[in-house]
């Protein structure tokens, strides 16, 4: 093949013109029919001529030579075709290709563009009439051959299926990654789907991509045209201003975008103007009204438009009219509102006319819903109607008219109505009345004593009688009155002027337990009464009245008393009127009360102690305030005095004597260096110096000895007395208690009650039957050195059972069975120690017996019998015609059995001794019955199958 000169040639390929490089060779055998067979985005294959089962050498490069070469590859012989992938969209390149056996063969050039791709959606946004979209330019190339800017054109539309020819259409040049298209001239609320593209160097376009599938433009605010304004409802007509039909309209009387309250209403966009009416407004009121439209998408907001700052409604037909209260020369006439506002009050428009076509009339303008005319022609017809202004001075329209006819003039007035009083002050009472009549020429105010409090003039409706006193009593009834007579009197009502507030309270006297407080009761007459109260806090929350109404104190001064030593406290006072209303409190005072102090008796009740008492003069008290806030009391006679508690207890104080008290309701502790003669309920004893403790009881009284001192006393016992004398005694061995019921002896005695310390001795013990001889083999008793002795001056013995009670500690025991201690009773006339019934209690650990006779007694311990061979029963025979109750068995082994039968062999009881071999027998059989005078048999069991009989008797 001939060599052609190495110049520049240039081919036409298929719509591009192709240079070769000028030191590149070009051979009489080129590559023959290069074409491309495939264009995309990312791809180029090539096709051309095979000459001869050839091989071809194929060069892509981004520019047209082979300074930037891609890809370089050799085809196989015989093949014709190659292609390159993953290539840049939008980008120029140039294949090269020549045989390849031939180096001198030169290469054949071919040159294009691959498509764009389709552009993405970064972001966009809608508004009523555009939207803008920001699209990203993607993987296509936007530089040209050398760094040149090429033409990468990217498009929006609102078609569809790659229509981007319409007039919602935009697109620009992407000179950058992001590149911002508007479309304007949308509708607003309409909803659109958006594509978008790209277009290449050589015109070619990328296939459309739907970016947005469904938005929807905001809606438009709407537009005021008009308004209409009525009285309860006001039409507003709205201009669509470009919505489409069917865009939802809402309009309020709410504010700042508010909708939901009750004057609104919603509709939707029916034309060009829209008309909404809102209505159950009320008459005579200024309102606002907003507006705004609602968008059909979410996206769509609410835009609120002000319709007008402010408009008043019409006034309505003012309601029905009736009359009331006719007379003869007025009358009063009313009519409802119909909605019409109080507040700023309506102004009505009356029309009164004696013709029933209004052609003559008179006018009357009155803010109020009633009126009356008065000086009106007796016994004619009156017709009547009412119309409203509204605010902007249009008057509403009439209300139906009606009509009636005063009264004839020659009547007498009508009693005035509702009578009452309306104010009290301290020196006035004011009445109010209705006034019932049209004719009267005055009222008269008229006394219990039909006297005249006052004459006042007509139409007069309240009267004030003044001058009064406080708490004075006032009774009134009125009357009307004219030249034809007078009305029936009202029924008369009485009330009291209010008493005056007390003021100026101030301290009289300030003690312990007790303050006086004096007051200005300002002119207040003796009828008026007091209330004090008290407080600790300032009458915060602690407020007690120790002075209420109920106590009906009139003075002006009073004490209070109970209070609490060392405690401060607050005062105020007020008065009340016999109608039972109080005034304002007095000013406030406050104080300590004291926690000593001293007082000088004067034969008057004191109660500075925590009781009562009386003390005769010549006594000084100093009052003291213990730590349990109990009260202590001080007592110095400058001479013989007495002194009388509340709780009953007399005291005769030596002169020169000092005596301290601690005293309350029931009980009394005295401690004195001198004998204090002391008196209670027919009880009269000296206390020897020391200190002794009274308790006092509705049934007993009670004294406890001082235990340091000798434990003996006297008592002077009444025949009166009431209550049971319980004294109690201190010894080192235990405590005795002596109970001394109440008429117990024939006539007043003196009785001694003392400790014993020595004892008769135990020679034997004998059985109380008279008469026997000492048995053999007695029970044992043991002494325990726990005694007292009883006695009177005038050795009377008692009618009835003595109580006494040993109470013993453990150690005044040691080594005896509690179960066998007993109390016994010193019989002088044999000089035996005799048992007496006992009672033993192991909780308190005491022991009580009964005795009916005066002796020494002492506590023992009795031990139980060894066998039931010597018993001892008394008394036998049991007389109970003399007043004897029980028979006592003893000197029997413990819980021997003891069954007494009758002579017929009739079981009557069967008993068991207790643990000293004792037990008492009350004559009664199984079911509690009192046996009859018989002789009975006894059989004793003991021990051991021992048995031993013997008989009883018992005389009713």
Do not use: C
């Amino acid at each position: 093949m001939k060599k052609l000169n190495s110049i520049l040639f240039y081919f036409l390929v298929g719509m591009t013109l192709l240079a070769l490089p000028s030191n590149q060779k070009l051979y009489a055998e080129p590559v023959d029919n290069l074409r491309h067979t495939l264009i995309s985005s990312d791809t180029l294959t090539l096709q051309w001529q095979n000459q001869g089962g050839k091989s071809y050498v194929v060069v892509l490069s981004s520019v047209p030579g082979f300074s930037t070469v891609i890809s370089s590859k050799t085809s196989g012989k015989n093949q014709h075709t190659t292609s390159f992938y993953e290539l840049q969209p939008n980008t120029s390149y140039t294949t090269f290709v020549k045989v390849s056996v031939d180096p001198d063969s030169n290469y054949v050039a071919l040159s294009t563009y691959t498509y764009p791709v389709s552009p993405g959606l970064t972001e966009f946004q809608i508004f009523t009439t555009s939207a803008s979209f920001n699209l990203h330019s993607g993987l296509n190339n936007l530089l040209g051959i050398s760094g040149s800017a090429t033409s990468l054109t990217l498009d929006i539309s609102t078609g569809n299926s790659e229509d981007f020819n319409i007039s919602l259409s935009s697109s620009g040049k992407a000179i950058a990654t992001n590149t911002t298209l508007v479309l304007s001239e949308l509708i607003p609320n309409t909803n659109y789907a958006f594509q978008a593209r790209a277009t290449g160097f050589t015109n070619f376009s990328s296939s459309a991509t739907t970016v947005i599938t469904s938005t929807t433009t905001l809606a438009q605010p709407p537009t005021l045209t008009g308004f209409k304004v009525f009285s309860t409802s006001i039409s507003i007509i709205l201009g669509n201003n470009s919505n489409p039909i069917g865009t939802t309209l809402m309009v309020s009387t709410g504010s700042d975008g508010n909708y939901n309250v009750n004057h609104s209403l919603i509709s939707s966009v029916s034309g060009e103007n829209t008309t909404l009416t809102i209505s159950d407004l009320s008459p005579q009121t200024a309102y606002s009204f907003q507006a705004a439209v609602l968008g059909s998408a979410e996206n769509a907001s609410t835009q609120t438009i002000s319709v007008t700052d402010s408009t008043t409604t019409y006034a309505a037909v003012p309601g029905t009219n009736f009359f009331n209260n006719v007379y003869s020369t007025s009358f009063t006439v009313s009519w409802g509102t119909n909605g019409n506002p109080l507040i700023p009050p309506t102004t009505y428009e009356l029309y009164i006319s004696t013709a029933n076509d209004f052609s003559s009339f008179l006018t009357h303008l009155t803010t109020s819903t009633q009126n009356t005319f008065i000086g009106l022609i007796p016994n004619t017809a009156y017709f009547f109607k009412t119309a409203a202004f509204s605010k902007n001075g249009e008057l509403s329209g009439f209300n139906p008219e009606i009509s009636t006819i005063t009264s004839p003039s020659n009547l007498t007035p009508a009693g005035p109505g509702n009578f009452k009083v309306t104010a009290i002050g301290i020196s006035s009472i004011t009445f109010s009345w209705s006034d019932n009549s049209e004719n009267e020429e005055q009222f008269r105010i008229l006394n219990s004593t039909n006297g005249f409090y006052a004459t006042l003039p007509a139409n007069t409706t309240s009267f004030s009688l003044t001058g009064l006193s406080p708490n004075q009593f006032i009774q009134a009834r009125i009357s009307a009155f004219n030249s034809m007579g007078s009305s029936t009197n009202t029924v008369a009502i009485s009330s009291h002027t209010l008493a005056a507030p007390p003021d100026n309270l101030i301290l009289i006297n300030v003690r312990r337990k007790k303050i006086t407080l004096s007051w200005n009761s300002n002119s207040n007459p003796s009828t008026v009464i007091y209330e004090i109260s008290q407080s600790k806090d300032n009458f915060s929350s602690q407020i007690s009245t120790p002075i209420s109404f109920s106590l009906l104190s009139s003075t002006s001064s009073a004490s209070v008393s109970n209070l609490t030593p060392g405690g401060t406290y607050y005062f105020r006072v007020r008065a009340q009127n016999n109608d039972g209303t109080a005034t304002s409190f007095s000013n406030i005072i406050s104080t300590q009360t004291l926690l000593t102090e001293t007082i000088i008796t004067s034969n008057e009740s004191d109660d500075s102690g925590d009781i009562s008492l009386t003390a005769d003069p010549g006594i000084t008290i100093t009052n003291n305030t213990l730590a349990d806030g109990r009260t202590e009391q001080i007592f110095v006679a400058t001479q013989s005095a007495r002194v009388s508690y509340s709780n009953g207890i007399q005291l005769q104080l030596p002169m020169g004597s000092k005596t301290t008290i601690i005293a309350s309701k029931n009980s009394l502790q005295i401690t004195s260096t001198q004998t204090i003669p002391m008196e209670h309920d027919g009880i009269n004893m000296d206390l020897p110096s020391g200190s002794h403790i009274f308790q006092i009881s509705l049934n007993s009284f009670t004294l406890d000895l001082d235990p340091s001192i000798p434990q003996i006393t006297k008592a002077t016992l009444s025949t009166e007395r009431t209550k049971t004398l319980l004294i109690g005694l201190e010894l080192p061995q235990g405590k005795l208690k002596t109970s001394i019921p109440p008429n117990i002896m024939k006539e007043n005695v003196e009785m001694e009650i003392k400790a014993l310390d020595q004892f008769p001795p135990i020679t034997s013990f004998a059985s109380p039957l008279f008469g026997q001889s000492l048995l053999k083999a007695p029970s044992t008793l043991k002494a325990l050195g726990i005694g007292l002795e009883l006695n009177t001056n005038k050795n009377i013995q008692p009618s009835q059972p003595i109580e006494i009670t040993f109470q013993y500690r453990s150690q005044d025991i040691t080594g005896t069975d509690p179960e066998t201690l007993v109390i016994t009773r010193y019989e002088d006339s044999v000089q035996r120690w005799l048992t007496i019934p006992s009672v033993i209690n192991h909780s308190s650990q005491t022991v009580t017996g009964t005795a009916k006779h005066l002796s020494k007694f002492q506590l023992m311990a009795l031990a139980p019998s060894t066998d039931i061979d010597h018993p001892q029963v008394y008394p036998n025979p049991l007389r109970l015609h003399k007043g004897q109750t029980e028979m006592t068995f003893t000197n029997l082994t413990a819980h021997s059995t003891i069954k007494i039968y009758t002579y017929a062999g009739e079981l009557v009881r069967e008993l068991k001794t207790d643990s000293t071999g004792t037990i008492r027998w009350d004559a009664k059989n199984s079911y509690g019955e009192k046996v009859g005078s018989d002789i009975y048999i006894v059989l004793i069991e003991g021990i051991g199958n021992a048995r031993k009989k013997m008989k009883i008797a018992v005389e009713k």
